[in-house]
């Protein structure tokens, strides 16, 4: 298992600790920025992991490549509404410029605080499993054309399995 919390003094160094535990492909960016590769059911995720010292945060965006037709962008919209409002910790967003849907979460660490394995993995895995969950629903509303409401009980109730 990852080393504590306590033995790391950057939090981008414990994520890449936890990355190599899982044997996930990783590329540490920058000191304060670390991007990796995660298989999930439907497709692969690319999970990034910012630091930021102003604001003592450590963001992490999950992101996917999405090509919806131009005319089912409303439908997109709508149906990403839909999910937000169910989602208790992150949220979703469409990257029109990259094409790119992006699942958004963040922790705050005031004080000086360190985030522990538990969270870090917890973050991930929240992220990975609101992407496995909803993919169907984004999919269904943009090449299903099915209404936004009906393409979002097309959702996976449970997700098995855990990154």
Known sequence: MPV???HISHPIDLVEDIAQ???WEFDRITR???AMVVEGLWRSYTITLSWSPEDEALRLFCTFEMEPPPARLPAL???L???NDRCWAGSFSWWTDHQMMAFKYALFLAGGQQPCTAQIDMMIATAISNAERYFPALQMATW???APAEALRTAITE???HA
Request: charged content about 20%; hydrophobic content about 40%; cysteine-free.
């Open 144 to 146: 299903g054309e099915l």
């Open 77 to 79: 919209y709508e149906v």
């Open 32 to 34: 304060d920025d670390i």
């Open 4 to 6: 504590s919390a306590h």
């Open 81 to 83: 509404n839909l999910i």
């Open 21 to 23: 535990h899982h044997a």
């Open 159 to 161: 997700v098995h399995g």
